[in-house]
C-alpha cells in the first residue's frame, strides 16, 4: 500500500475510535445526569426527607443565640487566618490576643479564655458581637469580636 492510503486508513481509525469513546461516554453521561434529576426531583417531592436529624440530635433545642462558657472557650480556638484585625477578641471588657499563628498557641489562648470564665456559673451565657471602629475617613481601622456575660 502507498502512503497516502496508509494515512486514509489511519485517519479513519482514529475517527472510529473516537467515535466510538465519544458515544460511550455521553451515553453514561446521559444515564447520570437523568439519575441526578430523578434524586434531585424525589428529594423535592418527598416530605418526610425534611424530618431527617442528622448528627443524632433527637430534637429541637432552645437556642437563644448566646454562649455557653465552653462556647466561649471554643470561640478561642476555631480563629483562623481570616480573623479580622487586630485579631483580638475581648471577654467581659478583657482582650485576649489571637496570635497569627494560633495554631501554635491554640491551647495557651483557650487556657487563657478559660482562667476568665471558669469560675462563673455553669449556666452563665454570653452575648456574641461584632464591634469595629473607623477611621476619620470611614475606613475601618480595627475589627473585633466582644462576649459579654448576659446577668
Known amino acids: 500500500m502507498n502512503r497516502q492510503a496508509l494515512e486514509l486508513l489511519d485517519i479513519a481509525l482514529v475517527t ?3 467515535g466510538l469513546i465519544t458515544s460511550t461516554s ?21 416530605k418526610n426527607t425534611g424530618k431527617n436529624k442528622g448528627f443524632l440530635i433527637n430534637e429541637y433545642g432552645t437556642y437563644d443565640g448566646t454562649l455557653s462558657k465552653l462556647e ?22 478583657l482582650d485576649v490576643d489571637i ?19 471558669r469560675n462563673q456559673p455553669d449556666n452563665a451565657r454570653y452575648s456574641l458581637n461584632y464591634k469595629f471602629q473607623t477611621n476619620g475617613d470611614g475606613t475601618l ?11
Open 16 to 18: 472510529i475510535i473516537i
Open 26 to 46: 455521553l451515553a453514561n453521561l446521559y444515564k447520570d445526569y437523568r439519575k441526578v434529576l430523578e434524586n434531585n426531583y424525589s428529594y423535592m417531592d418527598d
Open 72 to 93: 466561649v472557650v471554643l470561640v478561642s480556638q476555631i480563629q483562623d487566618e481570616n480573623m479580622p484585625n487586630p485579631r483580638k477578641i475581648i471577654i467581659n471588657g
Open 99 to 117: 496570635p497569627f499563628t494560633y495554631k501554635e498557641y491554640a491551647f495557651e489562648c483557650g487556657q487563657n479564655v478559660w482562667l476568665m470564665v
Open 141 to 151: 481601622k480595627d475589627e473585633y469580636y466582644t462576649m459579654n456575660k448576659i446577668d
